[in-house]
């Protein structure tokens, strides 16, 4: 049978019982794949590398080898939660690695998206190639891939940008969620004991808050934009809109308009709300925001975040719009 194709018989995992058993089968599958070698992992902090990261860390604990890879373009405090929660709580193997610098200075004047995002993830794969380089006896890589992956791809999964590795490094690959949904990923994660938080992250695009801060990105306008997306998503959670909402960010284009501010007029960026749900992301609908919920974020951006003056709403579905700006 194709090792990439779900078995029409597998069980859904939607229980805790049902999660801690495929982790039981897992663990003991990896460790006879394994061995007393080494794996590698990129793990980005998003749902699908955090719950392989902590799959693995049970079956092998430091025999596996985490790499953070922090490109300055991540939302406020995932970076942190990465180191607190692996390298801390889980005693993981984790080289973290702040490329910001490295990253913004090749970013920088560069305005078309694509290109943004070509660059992201090929200098993404040599900081990742780097590290890896580093290292000895490392047989295996793992990934996070997960059956949609497969479904769209029918490859290795883009999105974690360590498809284009060198060839050179020779690894053997590890998936061992490769044949779950999202929603199962979920159920797992948190079976093996991750934070909530961390395993409902909402969808994140590879190029990060990149493809975010539209056109040129500058210090500056990713910085408010950080700080405007962090009132966002802090808002959601208060009034319970975090996961009934399928996703939900802050834009923030190279334009700026006349505002006032301590009576004197100043010229600031304008942020943009952009809240969506869908089921497969071919199509969104737009959410609608209760009016008092909208006012308090507005207030909050506009007075809390420095160098924004405007808030406004995206009422775009999906199409004609995309759920990305760029």
Excluded at 87 to 96: M, P, R, T, V
Excluded at 139 to 166: C, M, R, W
Aim: aromatic share 6%.
């Amino acid at each position: 049978m194709n090792c990439d194709i779900r078995p029409e018989s597998m069980t859904r995992i939607t229980t805790v019982a049902q999660a801690e058993s495929f982790i039981t089968q897992q663990v003991e599958d990896i460790r006879q794949q394994v061995g007393a070698k080494k794996v590698l992992l990129a793990l980005s902090g998003g749902v699908d590398s955090s719950v392989v990261a902590a799959l693995l860390i049970k079956a092998i604990g430091k025999q596996l080898v985490c790499v953070h890879v922090n490109h300055g373009l991540m939302r406020k405090g995932e970076s942190e939660q990465v180191v607190e929660v692996f390298g801390k709580e889980l005693d993981a193997n984790l080289i973290y690695v702040d490329a910001t610098d490295r990253f913004l200075n090749k970013l920088s004047g560069v305005s078309d998206p694509e290109t943004k995002r070509k660059i992201i993830g090929g200098e993404f794969i040599n900081v990742f190639a780097e590290e890896a380089a580093k290292l000895e006896d490392i047989d295996f890589l793992a990934q996070g891939t997960i059956y949609p992956d497969i479904l769209e791809s029918k490859g290795v999964k883009a999105h974690h940008n360590v498809g284009g590795l060198p060839e050179d490094l020779n690894f053997k690959l590890i998936e061992p969620v490769r044949l779950l949904y999202k929603d199962e990923v979920r159920v797992v994660g948190e079976a093996l004991g991750l934070p909530h938080g961390m395993v409902y992250r909402q969808p994140f695009p590879g190029p990060g808050l990149g493809v975010r801060c539209l056109g040129a990105i500058t210090r500056d306008r990713l910085h408010a934009l950080r700080e405007a997306d962090a009132i966002l998503r802090e808002e959601f959670e208060r009034n319970g809109l975090a996961e009934t909402v399928w996703q939900y960010f802050i834009a923030v284009p190279d334009i700026k308009s006349v505002g006032v501010k301590d009576g004197s007029r100043y010229e600031g960026w304008p942020a943009i709300i952009r809240a969506v749900n869908t089921k497969d992301a071919m199509t969104a609908t737009i959410e609608e925001i209760p009016y008092a919920i909208l006012h308090k974020i507005v207030n909050r951006i506009t007075s809390e975040v420095e160098g924004i003056n405007r808030v406004l709403y995206d009422l775009t579905p999906k199409g004609p719009g995309t759920i990305e700006w760029e």
